[in-house]
């Protein structure tokens, strides 16, 4: 972590960190516009000049070379050339996760932070000053979740999203979680199925179920006919807080704690144990706070993401977790780190 008070090398304080930060929405936004012009997805594996990419992406003239150099200089985008005949090419950061057709593709979040939280976080000062949300809710008296549910179009999009930033944890739990003790996981609020679809190609003697609300299961049922798993793979649609939890060894949770206030996540937690066998567990996915809330500054801007989202929601600890898993009844937890800022918070029974 750096240092408040860097110096110059002449041993005065440096301001540049302050620039940084306080213009950082600049680069944010020349990201995300590039992800939301499908800039990446056009340029794919060619290299092509800075006119060609102006026409295809439809811009004026004016703003193109500042643009793709901007890009360039933020590390998205590498240049053969200068001037007008220079040719722009994917970096390979960006040909993996920011192309539509690579596998990998992380963009769908990106997009949804361009079209809702770009604009909703301008209004931070007044959801710390109320605590309350600042998204759709505060214009249409809708909370997020209705918002989606009310549109398929919308909704789709933003279980995309979800699938594509949490694709690299669900690989990395099932690589490195012991399975061989288990033989059922059940994925509450799976969206698009993905975590059970990751788990059960990665352990064949595994049987998954996705359970979520019933206007995501034609998502989830597309996502498991896609992987050609689905006598192994299932869809249970319901609501993890008052319907019946399927039976299963192992539950599931991929950001999803966060989204609520302690009195929910505490009864999430409560259900998930009465549910759960001896022996059984429970994981949590989600960008962990570390304990000191010094270090993981993801997963403390993502908490905040939360007050502007839902008001009550919040993101939290390891050791959070570890105390409200004990109280539910837990024996013991451990974290575990999975990519980027993200954690496997995991309680056993």
């Given at each position: 972590?750096?240092?408040?008070?860097?110096?110059?090398?002449?041993?005065?304080?440096?301001?540049?960190?302050?620039?940084?930060?306080?213009?950082?929405?600049?680069?944010?936004?020349?990201?995300?516009?590039?992800?939301?012009?499908?800039?990446?997805?056009?340029?794919?594996?060619?290299?092509?000049?800075?006119?060609?990419?102006?026409?295809?992406?439809?811009?004026?003239?004016?703003?193109?070379?500042?643009?793709?150099?901007?890009?360039?200089?933020?590390?998205?985008?590498?240049?053969?050339?200068?001037?007008?005949?220079?040719?722009?090419?994917?970096?390979?950061?960006?040909?993996?996760?920011?192309?539509?057709?690579?596998?990998d593709y992380i963009g769908g979040i990106l997009e949804m932070c361009d079209?809702?939280?770009?604009?909703?976080?301008?209004?931070?000062?007044?959801?710390?000053?109320?605590?309350?949300?600042?998204?759709?809710?505060?214009?249409?008296?809708?909370?997020?979740?209705?918002?989606?549910?009310?549109?398929?179009?919308?909704?789709?999009?933003?279980?995309?999203?979800?699938?594509?930033?949490?694709?690299?944890?669900?690989?990395?739990?099932?690589?490195?979680?012991?399975?061989?003790?288990?033989?059922?996981?059940?994925?509450?609020?799976?969206?698009?199925g993905l975590l059970a679809v990751t788990v059960a190609r990665h352990h064949?003697?595994?049987?998954?179920?996705?359970?979520?609300?019933?206007?995501?299961?034609?998502?989830?049922?597309?996502?498991?006919?896609?992987?050609?798993?689905?006598?192994?793979?299932?869809?249970?649609?319901?609501?993890?807080?008052?319907?019946?939890?399927?039976?299963?060894?192992?539950?599931?949770?991929?950001?999803?704690?966060?989204?609520?206030?302690?009195?929910?996540?505490?009864?999430?937690?409560?259900?998930?144990?009465?549910?759960?066998?001896?022996?059984?567990?429970?994981?949590?996915?989600?960008?962990?706070i570390d304990d000191g809330r010094r270090h993981n500054a993801f997963g403390?801007?993502?908490?905040?993401?939360?007050?502007?989202?839902?008001?009550?929601?919040?993101?939290?600890?390891?050791?959070?977790?570890?105390?409200?898993?004990?109280?539910?009844?837990?024996?013991?937890?451990?974290?575990?780190?999975?990519?980027?800022?993200?954690?496997?918070?995991?309680?056993?029974?």
């Open positions: 972590m750096q240092n408040d008070r860097q110096g110059n090398g002449n041993g005065a304080a440096d301001p540049s960190r302050i620039f940084e930060i306080g213009f950082g929405f600049f680069a944010s936004k020349v990201l995300l516009t590039a992800v939301t012009l499908e800039l990446f997805t056009i340029l794919s594996d060619r290299a092509t000049t800075g006119a060609e990419l102006g026409r295809a992406m439809g811009l004026h003239p004016r703003g193109v070379a500042d643009f793709l150099d901007a890009l360039v200089a933020l590390g998205f985008l590498e240049r053969e050339g200068d001037g007008e005949h220079g040719l722009y090419r994917n970096t390979e950061l960006a040909a993996r996760f920011l192309d539509k057709a690579s596998p079209a809702r939280l770009f604009g909703f976080w301008d209004d931070l000062g007044e959801a710390l000053r109320t605590g309350r949300p600042q998204n759709e809710i505060k214009h249409g008296g809708r909370s997020i979740f209705e918002e989606l549910y009310a549109d398929p179009r919308r909704l789709e999009q933003f279980v995309e999203a979800m699938a594509g930033v949490s694709r690299g944890n669900f690989r990395a739990l099932a690589g490195t979680f012991d399975f061989s003790a288990h033989d059922t996981l059940c994925d509450l609020g799976g969206a698009s064949p003697h595994m049987r998954c179920i996705t359970f979520d609300l019933p206007a995501v299961e034609p998502i989830a049922r597309r996502t498991i006919e896609r992987a050609g798993l689905d006598g192994r793979v299932t869809v249970h649609s319901g609501d993890f807080f008052t319907d019946p939890l399927p039976p299963a060894d192992i539950y599931t949770a991929s950001l999803i704690l966060h989204d609520w206030n302690l009195a929910k996540k505490k009864a999430l937690i409560g259900r998930v144990h009465a549910a759960l066998p001896e022996g059984g567990a429970f994981i949590a996915i989600e960008n962990l403390l801007l993502m908490s905040l993401n939360m007050l502007v989202e839902t008001g009550d929601g919040f993101d939290f600890s390891g050791a959070d977790f570890r105390s409200w898993c004990l109280e539910a009844g837990f024996r013991h937890c451990e974290v575990r780190p999975l990519t980027g800022p993200s954690s496997a918070a995991i309680a056993y029974k």
